[in-house]
């Protein structure tokens, strides 16, 4: 089924018309897509609210959701040692606040939300899944554990909402329930657009946190073949760990073949506008993803986008981008000097399609009402 159903419980008021909602999220000190778009669902909101992270909450994510009234909770949980306190402490919150809903973000907060619901008596549990099962090798050990804990669970929760189809899909053939899933892509904050003058594809950026999931080595190797081909080409990383002092990072580069000098690694930012600023084009080399954030924003900003084939990946970027399979810096490389070989006209077109589509189909004002409704369904009991 895939709605929501219709009949029987109501999400009703609780302690009365200001009972809040409650978000448990694993971790909302991280800066991924999960964070960022749950910072929007707050920021675009004025209901009660209670925000719960199993380990830290930082100030980047308070600053993007502007909400000084929301009550945030940090619970330290950060091993599977501190799990069975951080349960035991949800469900002493759950029964303070007596929230009207609980969503719960990505897979360890939706195994220790759903067993504190359970514990507390708390109103209907949702799960929102932030990302696919294209490369379950590339998990951490903790999250394939949790990925398997909630598909036992998964007959528990009033409703699954994914961030793409893939994701669902995938899921609910590893064994999640499949009464309730919905699809909701991720929103994207559109920018004022500005022209910029029009130039060839030579700045190639990535951004994304230094992890195995991400496959930097897979980009750097593309890079070098790119650098090889285009004398003047230069490539940007952003993200959390690439930076010149992280030496798994650099030694990734030395491994690729690519000369330092013409990277340019920026770590973490605050502000993903100087990165896109930066870039005429931006690589995805995932190994998996569900709805990669940075892809449609980089769309947002009229850039356009190689993606390996992960997550709804494809369906984002349609026909104004190149898709390659993950693991292949062959491809990937081939498919950047498409890019590198167009006048700067056609990357203006491109990157101006791109724009549009976001426009059309990913605007954030959008995804939020979806949730909205999420959060207001009545479901069986």
Known sequence: MDEFASDGFEIGPGTGSGAPVMHVITNFAASGGAETMLARLLAATADPTVVVSLIDVSERNLNLAGRPDVDYHSLNARG???????????????????????????????????????????????????????????LTRSTRLAVAGARMLSSRAAGIVYNSARAKE???????????????????????FAERAPGKARVFGIAARFHPQKDHLTFFRAAAQIAAQFPDARFVAAGHGLDERNSEVMALVAEAGLDPSRLKLLGELRDMEDFYSQIDVLVLSSRTEGFPNVVAEAMSHARPVVTTDVGDAALIVADTGKVVLPG??????????????????????????????????????????????????RLPA
């Open 328 to 377: 292949d810096p062959d491809a990937l490389s081939e498919a950047m000097a498409d890019f590198a070989q167009l006048t700067a006209d056609q990357v203006a077109d491109l990157g101006q399609r791109a724009r549009v589509r976001i426009e059309k189909n990913y605007q954030v004002k959008h995804i939020l009402d979806e949730y909205r409704e999420v959060l207001s369904q």
């Open 80 to 138: 599977a040692l501190q799990m069975p306190g951080a349960i035991r402490s949800l469900t002493r919150l759950m029964r303070q606040k007596r929230p009207r809903a609980v969503l719960c973000w990505m897979y360890h907060a939706m195994v220790v939300g759903t067993v504190s619901a359970r514990l507390a008596g708390a109103p209907p549990v949702y799960w929102t899944v932030r990302q696919a099962l294209d490369d379950p090798r590339s």
């Open 170 to 192: 995938q899921h609910e053939q590893y064994g999640y329930a499949a009464r309730y899933g919905k699809v909701i892509p991720n929103g994207v904050v559109v920018p004022e």
